[in-house]
């Protein structure tokens, strides 16, 4: 059983123009917690994105990752590769399989995936989709900065997108090509225009989320674009949502929403009958949000808190981030997996204690 912690909010949905009135639950779910709670290998990680592959595996990807021992709660004879993957079977957390991926040479571990013919490495976090040409990923290209030893010590130069062709084989087996993706600006004022964040793909066409950073009204907007599924990879067929109307300029994408994470996810809900997007407020925050839409492009609703993540209280120099939902393992139609990671401003804290730097779960349930 999992652990309860109770949690009954009755929130407002408004969706165009039209109030809902909806309850959910809350409760940690201790047995996906222990699937990533490992003592030997990959010890810990970040991202935690999910894709289906079929309708017993389950990709999962990652950034940073601890590859070593714990021993006594502590990390040990470790070292951090920049990112990994892992396979699980069966949907059920206590009897799946969870197996990880990174190439070891010589007892050496190294990324997953690495670019080919630019500087930098890549994380995996902003996730992928599965499509009838094969397995998209789309992965942040990032270099450190000189001379910067914190945490927060990189940069993002651009966003790629990988294809595998046979996803279906085992991963060290697959074909991977690689491709830049041009709808990314960096602005000298530090706002950023990206997209490629979650992919969601109703009927025969796939939407893809993009976010403006705008450092100067520090604050992080929803846009979004869409295109046909079988031409994922042609760039030019991307259209982009901007005042009502589906138009070619990535730059004149319309606001959807704000204050939403550097990561989030977006699905459909069929208890409640609409999307619903889970985030971390403004990227770094205690706070798990929803929001909820009849449709992908909106009108999305007010947002609410769904969680409070525990960990911040545990140490002033922890912080939490990367909450996203995962639809394709949620057991019931009205429920919705959902992951975060909590880290330390300070390397060493985070190296000490094995509590953190994994993905913890909760399950929402909701109850229209």
Known sequence: MSIFKSLWVVCLLFLGGCTRQSEFSVETVPEYDSLFNRENGWIGSDIASSIPINGNRTLWLFGDTWIGKIRAGKRVDATIVNNTIAIQKGNVPAKAELEFYYPVNKGKPSSFLTPSGDKGFFWLSHGGILTRKGLFLFMSRVIKLPGDDSVFGFKSMGLTMARIQ?????????????????????????????????????????????????????????????????????????????????????????????????EFSVSYQPALHNYVAIYTENGLSKNIMSRFAAAPEGPWSKPRIVYKCPEMDWNSHYFCYAAKGHPELSLHKDELLV????NADDFWKMAADTRIYRPKFIKVKFRS
């Not at 996803?167 to 690689?178: A, G």
């Not at 830049?180 to 109703?202: A, C, N, R, Y």
């Not at 992951?339 to 909590?342: A, D, L, P, R, W």
């Open 166 to 262: 046979n996803p279906e084989d085992s991963p060290s087996r697959w074909r991977i090509t690689q491709r830049v993706v041009p709808w990314v600006k960096f602005s000298p004022d530090g706002t950023e225009i990206v997209f490629g964040q979650p992919l969601l793909k109703v009927g025969g066409m796939i939407y893809v989320y993009g976010l403006e950073t705008n450092a100067k009204e520090h604050n992080r907007y929803l846009l979004l674009a869409r295109v046909q599924e079988d031409r994922l990879e042609d760039f030019d067929a991307w259209r982009f949502y901007s005042d009502g109307k589906w138009q070619t300029d990535f730059m004149k994408a319309s606001r959807l929403a704000d204050h939403f994470g550097a």
């Open 339 to 342: 992951s975060y990671v909590c």
